[in-house]
């Protein structure tokens, strides 16, 4: 779908230039390359606003769920299904509108998350597929149902919209916004992660670097193997100490990486800087988890 592209301090819809034409336009029949990108792009941000209206809003249900007493009703298998499709509708609704798609566009995008779901109920509810099967099948006919949503309205020329300084700056960091939606389920139950989830935290840098091709600079990867002997360290520690010393020694090693993340925010190497803001947040939110839970947890 086309995007339109707005200012930040304008309270109206400023549209981009028409791209000029190129001289060595595609096949006839071939979409062109930017065209393609731009669908993919489209389907992964709908994807990650999907995944996010779950984060956000599930334990939101769970909750409402308890205090009015519904929580078996919620957790039965039709109704399980219409809340996830209801959580990622509202994420992707979010998304859409943010990048200007017609309100049309939004229901159609809307079905293609209801619409798997339901025409299995009837499947399910005559004993031929079990609840997993439900949940599964739903999901993967959702996938083929959004692409042909996107395909549809993939020229669709963007609605007028205008968006609050506020709201410009919330999506400018995404990064962090995602961090946090990851860390809401925690916060309802407070627990320390493993000690071994440690490992994870360089190794992330080292698999992005290798991929990216960004650890031959002066000293780089000197510095990468040296961070990995830090938290290799503090995980043998942790492992060996056990009890309450580990839980402590776990959540000070998640909340130093997030100094880790700081240094390469600010010195753009290695990880892509969107990933090094996700990360310190993401680490500095879960190192508060644990604390807390530490501190409301008996000796």
Do not use: K
Request: proline share 7%.
């Amino acid at each position: 779908m086309e995007n339109t592209r707005m200012y930040a301090d304008s309270a109206t819809a400023v549209p981009s230039p028409t791209p000029l034409p190129t001289d060595d336009p595609a096949p006839p029949g071939a979409a062109p390359a930017s065209s393609r990108r731009r669908l993919l792009w489209h389907l992964g941000e709908m994807a990650l606003a999907m995944v996010a209206g779950m984060l956000l809003l599930g334990p939101l249900w769970e909750l409402a769920g308890t205090a009015l007493g519904v929580g078996e009703s919620l957790a039965r298998p039709e109704v399980a299904a219409l809340v996830m499709a209801t959580n990622m509708t509202v994420g992707m609704t979010v998304a859409m509108r943010y990048r200007a798609h017609r309100w049309h566009a939004v229901g159609e995008m809307a079905a293609a998350m209801y619409v798997p779901f339901l025409l299995l109920f009837v499947p399910f509810r005559v004993g031929l597929i079990d609840a997993d099967a439900l949940l599964l099948g739903g999901h993967l006919l959702m996938i083929p149902a959004m692409v042909l949503v996107a395909l549809r309205h993939r020229h669709q020329p963007s609605a007028p919209v205008r968006r609050h300084r506020v709201v410009v700056a919330l999506a400018h960091r995404w990064p962090a916004v995602l961090a946090l939606l990851l860390t809401v389920d925690m916060w309802v139950d407070p627990s320390v992660l493993s000690p071994w989830t440690m490992l994870v935290l360089p190794g992330g840098y080292l698999v992005i670097g290798m991929a990216r091709r960004t650890l031959g600079g002066r000293g780089v990867l000197a510095a990468q193997l040296v961070g990995l002997a830090v938290w290799v360290a503090l995980t043998v520690g942790a492992v060996l100490a056990g009890g309450r010393t580990a839980d402590w020694l776990v959540a000070f090693g998640w909340l130093a990486h997030a100094g880790w993340d700081v240094a390469h925010h600010r010195n753009r190497r290695v990880v892509p800087r969107s990933y090094a803001e996700f990360c310190v947040v993401l680490d500095v939110a879960l190192a508060a988890v644990m604390v807390l839970a530490i501190l409301t947890t008996d000796a």
